[in-house]
C-alpha cells in the first residue's frame, strides 16, 4: 500500500509540477500573469486527440508538432498582444492588473475557439493505458511517462537556466527588467523567449495529459488555478521549485487519500500551500521580496 | 465647504430613495437585471473598499459571499430573518479576522493566490463536513422571499456601503490606508498601525459582501458548496471593480453596470459565441481604456480634475 | 368605361383576396416562441451538450420539418429563443426571467442539472410554465412536486436508483452467485451523497458488509488511491456513484491494475456513447444507472433519428427522459389545442402519453414517470436495462462481468 501511494503521489505530482513549470516561466521572467494559461493545455489536449483520433498519431510523437506550435503560438501573442501592455505599464503593478485583464478576455478567446469547433462534450480516448509492474505494484504506463517528461523538463530548464548564457539572462530579467537592460540584456526578446517556451511546456503537459484524463472546452480554468498553487508554493519563477511543489502536492493527495480520506484530498492540497506560505510568505524556493 | 459632507450625503440618499421606486417601473425581468447590478455593485465596492487603497488584490470575495449564503442555507427555515442575517455577520466579521490576520505578511501575488487558496480550502471543509456530518450535499432553501424584497434589501446594504465608504474616505482611517498604499514602509515611519488599520478595513469591506450572500441565497431554492463559492463570483468582481478603477469610491459602478449589461446583451444576441465575443470585447477595452472607465472619465474632464486632485492632496497632507 | 370599372374592380377584388389569402397564410405560419436556458458553457456545459441541447434540436427540428405543432386548428412552427445560463444558478434564474418577462414565450424548456431547475422552478411557477425536467435527480421531487404543482421529474429520486441496485443484488445473493461483501465509492455532490446515502441504508437494510464506503471531492484527479484500495478489500461488487470525468477514471484504473469484481458499477456517463467508444468491447458487463430495450422499435428509431440530426447516438439514460418529455409536451399542446398554459398544463396532470418511454402519464402526486429502467448493463454494444425486472423489455443479467480484455 506505501509504494502503490508514492507512485500514485509521485506521478500525480509529475503532472502538477509539468503544467506548473510553463507557468512559472511565464510569470517569474516574463512577468505575464497568464489566466489563460490551462486553456492552451487544453487546446494541446484537443490537438493530440485530433492528431490521434484522426491519423492515429501517437501523442508522443504528436508532441513533436504539438510543444513547436506551442511555442510559435506564445511568442506571437507575447509579440502581438503583451507587449503593448509591457510598453506601456507604467510600473510592475500596473503590468500585472493589465496582464490579468488582458489574458482573462484570452482566456475566453480560447475556450470560446473551443467551443465552437469542438463543443462542450467531454473527450476522452486511452493511450498507453497498459499495466506496468514496478516494486512490486501497478502503475498504467502512461502515468509513468508523464513523470519521466515532467523530470526531464526540469532538468533541462535548470540547466539551460544555470548553465547557458540565454539562460543567465533569462534570470537576470526574471530578477531585474530594468538591471538587465542595463547590462546589455534585451529585455523584451528574452521575455518573449521565456513566454514562449512557457506555452511551449503547456503544450507538452497538455498533450500528455490527454492520454489519461477526461477533459472537455471548459476545464481549462481548473489547471491554471493548481498551476498557480504550484508555481506560488514552489517560488515565482523557480523552475526546480515547481517540481518539488508539485510533487509535494501529488503525494499529499496519494498519501491521505489512501491512509486517511479521499474526500479530504483537495483540502490538503491547500491547507499545505497556505501553511507554506504562512511560514515561508515568498514561497518554498522564492527569494525573499524587496 | 464645511456643508459638503451634508449635501454629497442627501444627494446619495436622494439617488437611493429614487432607486427603491424601480420595481414599480420594470417587468420580472428588468428587476433580475437589478438585483444583478446591485449585487456586484456591493461586491465590487467592498472590494474596492479594501483592495483600492492597499493595492492588496483578493480572490477571497466567494468565500465571504458563500458563508453568508451557507447560513441562510443553514439557519434560514429556524430562525427569524433579522437574525440570520446577524449570524451570517458575524461570522463573516470572523472569517475576515481569521483570513486578515493569517495573510498580513503576503505580499503582491502571493495575497493574491492564498485568497484563492483559502476560498478552495473552505469549500472543500463545507463540503467535507456535509458529508460526514450532515450527510447531504446541497441544501433546500425554500424560504418566500420575492424579488422586490431581495433588490430593496440589496439596496439598503448598498446605501450603507457608500455611506461607510463616504465616511472612512474622509476620516483618518482613509488617508492612512492611502499612505500604506502609497508605500507601507512610510506608513510605518510616520506612526500608523499598519495592521490594525488594514485589518479593519478588511472586515467591514468582508461584512457587506456576506450580507449579500445571505440575501442573494434565497433566490436559488439549492445551495451547494460549488455554487456558494463559486470562484467565477471573485473573479468577476474583481474585473468589474478593476475595469471601472478602484481609486474612487464609485469607480467599480462604471464596472459594473457596463460590464452586466454588456454580458446580458451578448448573451441575448449570441448565446453560441457568446464567450469569443465577450473575450474579444473584454480585449478591446484593456487596450482602448488603459485606466479603467473612470480614468478615462477623469481624463476627460482633463486638467481641471487634475488641479482638484491637486488641491484634495495637499488638504490630505495638511490634516 | 364601364367594362373598364369591372375590370378595375376585378382585379382589385383579386388583389383583395390575394391580401386576404396571404393575410391568413401569415396567420397560420404563426410561430410557436419556445425559449430555453442550458449550460452551454461552464462546469455544467459537458452535461448539457451530451443530453439536453442534442434533444432539444432534434425535438424542434422535427416538429418544424414536419409542418409545425398542430395547435388547434393552426399549424404552427416552433420558433426558439435560446441562452447560455453558463452554469451559474443566478445567471439561469436570469435568463428564464427574460425568457417569461421580455421575450414572452409559449413555453420554456428546463435546464440541465438539479441545481438549476430547483433554481428556475419558482420562475415556472410564478408564470404558470410547465417544468419538465429530464436531468434532475432529486430526493426532494415528490416535495417539489407539491410545491410546484406544474413541475414534473421525470429523472426520478436518486434513493430508486440506489434501491434498484440493491435489489438486483439481493437477488444475486439469494442465488448464492455474491457474497457479502460490496465496496462503495462516492463523489462529494449532491447527486453522489444522495445515491450513496440511499444505497447504503439499503446495502445495510438487507446485511451486506459495506467493506469500503468513501467519498471524494469533485475535480479528484487521481482516482488510483480508490482502485488500488478497493481492489485489496477484494470485494464481490464494486459501486461508484461518480461523475463522468471520474467515471472514465475509475474505469481506465480498474482495467490498469485489473481489477475485476463480480459486479462492476459506474455513475454517469457510463451510459454516454463516449464510453462505448473510448473502451470498446471492455465496456461489456460494466453496470449503471439507467438503460434501454434494444428491441423496442421507439428507441430503435430515435436512436437513428437522434444520429442521423445531431451527429451522435444519445446517452442511454437522461437522454430519453428529456426526449419523452418533450413528446409529452408536444402532445399536450396538441391535445389541449390552444396555447394556453392553464390549459396544457392540465392536459399534462392528467393525460397519458405516447412517448419513447413508452406511455407514460404524471397521473399521480409525485409527478414523476413511474416503471423508468434504474439500472442497465452494456451488453453486446448496447446498454440494456435490466431493473425494475417486471418492466416489459427488461433483460437480463450478464453474470460475472467477463474478464477486462488485454490492452
Not at chain 3, 416552433?78 to 413555453?107: G, N
Request: with cysteine.
Amino acid at each position: 500500500m506505501l509504494t502503490n501511494a508514492i507512485l500514485s503521489g509521485l506521478t500525480m505530482g509529475g503532472t502538477y509540477a509539468l503544467v506548473a513549470m510553463g507557468l512559472t516561466l511565464q510569470y517569474g521572467v516574463s512577468r505575464i500573469m497568464n489566466l489563460a494559461y490551462g486553456e492552451f493545455v487544453i487546446a494541446a489536449c484537443f490537438a493530440a486527440l485530433v492528431l490521434f483520433a484522426s491519423a492515429g498519431i501517437s501523442p508522443l510523437v504528436a508532441l513533436l508538432v504539438v510543444a513547436p506550435a506551442g511555442f510559435l503560438l506564445s511568442w506571437a501573442i507575447y509579440r502581438l498582444l503583451l507587449m503593448p501592455l509591457v510598453r506601456r505599464a507604467p510600473s510592475r503593478g500596473a503590468l500585472e492588473v493589465d496582464s490579468i485583464l488582458a489574458t482573462f478576455g484570452m482566456l475566453f478567446i480560447v475556450q470560446g475557439i473551443m467551443l465552437a469547433l469542438f463543443g462542450g462534450d467531454y473527450s476522452s480516448y486511452s493511450y498507453y493505458n497498459t499495466p506496468v509492474d514496478l516494486f512490486g505494484t501497478t502503475i498504467a504506463a502512461n502515468r509513468l511517462i508523464v513523470l519521466a517528461v515532467a523530470l526531464a523538463v526540469a532538468l533541462a530548464a535548470w540547466a539551460f537556466l544555470m548553465h547557458t548564457r540565454s539562460g543567465t539572462a533569462m534570470r537576470a530579467v526574471a530578477v531585474d527588467p530594468v538591471a538587465a537592460g542595463l547590462v546589455a540584456i534585451d529585455v523584451r526578446r528574452v521575455a518573449a523567449a521565456a513566454f514562449a517556451l512557457g506555452g511551449a511546456i503547456a503544450a507538452t503537459g497538455g498533450v500528455l495529459i490527454s492520454m489519461f484524463l477526461t477533459f472537455n472546452a471548459n476545464i481549462g480554468v481548473v489547471f491554471t488555478m493548481k498551476a498557480l498553487i504550484v508555481v506560488i508554493m514552489g517560488g515565482v519563477g523557480n523552475v526546480v521549485g515547481a517540481l518539488v511543489a508539485g510533487l509535494i502536492l501529488g503525494l499529499a493527495e496519494s498519501f491521505v487519500a489512501t491512509f486517511v480520506d479521499p474526500g479530504l484530498t483537495i483540502a490538503v492540497t491547500y491547507a499545505i500551500f497556505l501553511a507554506v506560505l504562512i511560514v515561508r510568505p515568498q514561497g518554498l524556493f522564492g527569494a525573499r521580496a524587496r | 465647504m464645511t456643508d459638503r459632507p451634508v449635501i454629497a450625503i442627501g444627494l446619495g440618499a436622494l439617488v437611493f430613495a429614487a432607486l427603491a421606486f424601480v420595481p414599480y417601473m420594470v417587468d420580472g425581468y428588468g428587476m433580475s437585471l437589478a438585483i444583478a447590478i446591485a449585487n456586484y455593485t456591493i461586491l465590487a465596492t467592498a472590494w474596492a473598499l479594501f483592495s483600492g487603497p492597499t493595492r492588496y488584490i483578493s480572490l477571497a470575495t466567494v468565500a465571504f459571499f458563500g458563508v453568508g449564503a451557507y447560513t441562510v442555507a443553514v439557519l434560514g427555515e429556524v430562525l427569524p430573518w433579522p437574525v440570520v442575517m446577524l449570524v451570517a455577520a458575524i461570522n463573516g466579521c470572523l472569517l475576515a479576522l481569521l483570513v486578515g490576520l493569517s495573510t498580513l505578511r503576503l505580499a503582491g501575488i502571493y495575497f493574491v493566490i492564498f485568497t484563492f487558496g483559502l476560498t478552495e480550502l473552505i469549500r472543500q471543509v463545507v463540503t467535507w463536513y456535509e458529508v460526514k456530518v450532515t450527510s447531504t450535499v446541497g441544501r433546500y432553501v425554500f424560504l418566500d422571499i420575492d424579488q422586490q424584497a431581495i433588490y430593496w434589501q440589496l439596496l439598503g446594504v448598498a446605501a450603507l456601503l457608500f455611506l461607510s465608504g463616504y465616511l472612512i474616505g474622509r476620516s483618518r482611517l482613509g488617508f492612512a490606508l492611502r499612505v500604506i498604499g502609497g508605500d507601507e514602509m512610510v506608513a510605518r515611519h510616520v506612526g500608523i498601525d499598519t495592521t490594525r488599520a488594514k485589518l479593519l478595513l478588511f472586515v467591514l469591506s468582508a461584512l457587506f459582501m456576506t450580507l449579500t450572500g445571505a440575501i442573494m441565497a434565497p433566490r436559488w431554492t439549492y445551495i451547494d458548496p460549488a455554487i456558494a463559492f463559486n470562484p467565477q463570483v471573485s473573479f468577476q468582481t474583481v474585473i468589474m471593480a478593476l475595469l471601472g478603477g478602484v481609486q474612487r469610491l464609485w469607480g467599480p459602478l462604471l464596472g459594473v453596470i457596463p460590464l452586466t449589461l454588456l454580458f446580458d446583451w451578448l448573451n441575448a444576441h449570441f448565446p453560441n459565441h457568446y464567450l469569443l465575443i465577450l473575450g474579444i470585447v473584454f480585449m478591446l477595452i484593456v487596450y482602448l481604456l488603459p485606466q479603467g472607465v473612470a480614468g478615462a472619465l477623469a481624463r476627460l474632464r482633463g486638467l481641471r480634475s487634475r488641479k482638484e486632485r491637486a488641491s484634495a492632496a495637499m488638504k490630505e497632507a495638511r490634516q | 368605361m364601364r367594362q373598364m370599372l369591372r375590370k378595375h374592380l376585378g382585379s382589385m377584388i383579386c388583389a383583395a383576396s390575394l391580401a386576404a389569402f396571404s393575410l391568413s397564410a401569415a396567420y397560420a405560419q404563426d410561430a410557436v416562441r419556445i425559449g430555453y436556458a442550458v449550460s452551454k458553457t461552464g462546469a455544467n456545459a459537458g452535461g448539457a451538450t451530451t443530453t439536453t441541447i442534442p434533444n432539444y434540436e432534434l425535438w424542434v427540428k422535427e416538429i418544424n420539418d414536419a409542418g409545425g405543432l398542430k395547435v388547434g386548428d393552426r399549424q404552427m412552427t416552433i420558433e426558439v429563443v435560446e441562452y447560455d445560463d453558463r452554469s451559474s444558478s443566478e445567471e439561469a434564474v436570469r435568463s428564464v426571467e427574460r425568457l417569461a418577462t421580455q421575450d414572452k414565450v409559449d413555453f420554456i424548456l428546463t435546464p440541465w442539472g438539479t441545481a438549476n431547475n430547483l433554481a428556475v422552478g419558482p420562475i415556472f411557477d410564478k408564470y404558470g410554465y410547465p417544468q419538465i425536467a429530464g436531468t434532475s435527480v432529486t430526493d426532494m421531487a415528490p416535495k417539489l412536486a407539491a410545491r410546484w404543482p406544474n413541475s414534473y421529474w421525470l429523472l426520478g429520486t436518486g434513493g430508486s436508483y440506489a434501491e434498484g441496485l440493491v435489489d438486483l443484488l439481493v437477488k444475486l445473493r439469494e442465488e448464492g452467485r455474491i457474497g457479502d461483501s460490496v465496496a462503495m465509492a462516492s463523489i462529494a455532490d449532491g447527486f453522489g451523497i444522495e445515491l450513496a446515502k440511499a444505497g447504503r441504508t439499503a446495502l445495510q437494510g438487507h446485511d451486506f458488509k459495506l467493506v469500503y464506503d468513501k467519498t471524494y471531492p469533485l475535480g479528484t484527479q487521481d482516482l488510483a488511491p480508490i482502485v488500488n484500495e478497493v481492489k485489496a478489500l477484494n470485494p464481490d461488487v464494486f459501486i461508484a456513484f461518480s461523475y463522468p470525468p471520474d467515471t472514465l477514471g475509475l474505469t481506465d484504473q480498474a482495467r490498469v491494475l485489473n481489477f475485476n469484481p463480480k459486479l462492476f458499477y459506474t455513475g454517469v456517463a457510463t451510459a454516454f456513447p463516449l464510453y462505448k467508444d473510448k473502451f470498446g468491447a471492455a465496456a461489456e458487463g460494466v453496470v449503471s444507472l439507467g438503460g434501454i430495450d434494444p428491441n423496442d422499435e421507439k428507441v430503435r428509431a430515435y436512436i437513428a433519428r437522434h444520429k442521423e440530426v445531431v451527429g451522435k447516438e444519445p446517452d442511454r439514460w437522461a437522454s430519453f427522459m428529456t426526449y419523452a418529455g418533450l413528446q409529452a409536451l408536444q402532445q399536450a399542446i396538441e391535445k389541449a389545442g390552444t396555447l394556453d398554459k392553464e390549459k396544457v398544463n392540465e392536459v399534462l396532470r392528467t393525460g397519458t402519453f405516447d412517448t419513447v418511454l413508452g406511455q407514460i402519464s404524471f397521473d399521480n402526486k409525485s409527478r414523476q414517470v413511474p416503471n423508468i429502467f434504474t439500472v442497465g448493463q452494456w451488453q453486446d454494444g448496447e446498454f440494456v436495462g435490466l431493473e425494475p425486472a417486471d418492466h416489459p423489455g427488461a433483460g437480463k443479467l450478464v453474470f460475472p462481468k467477463p474478464a477486462w480484455p488485454a490492452q
